[in-house]
């Protein structure tokens, strides 16, 4: 799903032409947009996300709403923090709730805390929220290593929530499942032979049989979703991600065939 913190400039620009809503902005809602856009002006797009610069930004505003703080590492070079951050519990015994999202896109804004503060409120159990690295590429170096550390198994949590869609009310969605991810990755090979010549069975040849099978089959589900009878999450979503071919060689000019192809679909 493509996500504002992508695209900062766009994002602060559609928030400057959003008409005046009809009433006035609170102090408080009014902040929460400057410090939006505040956080829209950090790079965190791969392939080379501005981590440090969105914790600097995160944990001093974390530690304004009384929230405590870690910041791990699980990657050698310790430049992919992982921000946990507690608001505790008055019975610690308690299986917590950990709220996770990534700090690769834009996480999701806190500051409803203030509002139960306001109001006395104070949870049971503890109430962890975790900012992984990574997560717009698999997770390797974050929540793939977090959840086999000690310090989560030290959280206790019997209950955790992860990102999901985004509303323009205070009405929000819960999903109790999600898509399973199919990487595949499709070889194709062909006889070799001069590139001046035209023969069956070329690797190219052998792999469009392939992407063509693939793209029908894309085009049918995406159809239903067209129709209006289906959801996005009710269909088999299917898109290419790369394509290796020959052998790149930066002093000679290839004029065989090659004879391997590889092309990677995601699907979900």
């Not at 198994?153 to 999600?178: I, K």
């Amino acid at each position: 799903m493509r996500r504002l913190g992508h695209f900062p400039l766009l994002a602060a620009v559609l928030l400057a032409v959003v008409p005046h809503p009809a009433h006035p902005l609170t102090e408080l809602e009014t902040s929460q947009i400057r410090r939006f856009q505040d956080y829209l002006r950090i790079c965190t797009a791969h392939p080379a996300p501005d981590y440090a610069g969105a914790a600097a930004f995160l944990l001093p505003y974390a530690a304004s709403l009384g929230l405590s703080s870690k910041t791990l590492h699980f990657s050698p070079c310790k430049s992919k923090p992982l921000l946990l951050l507690t608001w505790p519990g008055t019975d610690p015994s308690l299986p917590s709730i950990l709220l996770n999202s990534h700090l690769d896109s834009v996480p999701a804004e806190p500051a409803a805390r203030r509002g139960l503060q306001a109001a006395c409120c104070a949870p049971a159990r503890p109430v962890h929220v975790s900012l992984v690295p990574d997560e717009e590429i698999g997770g390797e170096d974050g929540h793939e290593k977090f959840v086999q550390s000690e310090e989560f198994r030290a959280l206790n949590v019997g209950f955790m929530l992860d990102e999901g869609q985004a509303s323009l009310t205070d009405v929000y969605r819960v999903f109790y499942a999600d898509r399973l991810v199919w990487k595949l990755i499709v070889k194709a090979t062909g006889a070799p032979g001069h590139g001046s010549k035209l023969f069956d069975g070329a690797a190219v040849e052998n792999l469009m049989d392939c992407i063509e099978t693939v793209a029908g089959y894309r085009d049918a589900q995406f159809e239903k979703v067209k129709s209006g009878k289906y959801g996005p999450g009710e269909v088999v979503s299917v898109n290419p991600v790369y394509m290796n071919a020959g052998t790149p060689s930066p002093t000679v000019r290839i004029l065989l065939l090659v004879t391997l192809l590889a092309i990677s679909f995601s699907a979900r």
